[in-house]
């Protein structure tokens, strides 16, 4: 299975956008919680409150959200996914 198809699935799942503000103000994918990667460390606790939880991380083209998802887990997030790039993206995305 995809993560796409394996999101698309996850009513429970949280989409993180770890791009810039400017990147985030160009268009994102509906719904997403945003943290640039920068922030990531120090405000994710107060964001992302269940450790279990699903999140799916995203930014531009999968390098970011690689690195969000090492952060994530370092900080005792137990499932998260690098779901790559928005590039990639086969939806629509909002503004």
């Known amino acids: 299975m ?3 198809k394996a ?3 996850d009513s429970n799942a ?3 956008d770890v791009r810039e503000n400017y990147e985030f ?3 994102h994918i509906q719904d997403a919680v945003h943290i640039p990667l920068n922030f990531l460390e120090d405000r994710a606790e107060e964001e992302l409150l ?3 939880q699903p999140i799916y991380v995203y930014c531009r083209s999968g390098v970011r959200s ?3 998802c090492h952060i994530l887990e370092t900080l005792g997030y ?3 996914y690098n779901l ?3 590039l990639d993206w086969p939806e629509e995305i909002v503004c």
């Open 66 to 68: 690689k690195v969000g």
């Open 7 to 9: 999101l698309k699935k």
């Open 50 to 52: 269940d450790f279990n």
């Open 14 to 16: 949280i989409i993180l």
């Open 25 to 27: 103000k160009e268009g």
């Open 2 to 4: 995809t993560i796409y």
């Open 84 to 86: 790559g790039g928005i």
């Open 78 to 80: 137990t499932k998260t």
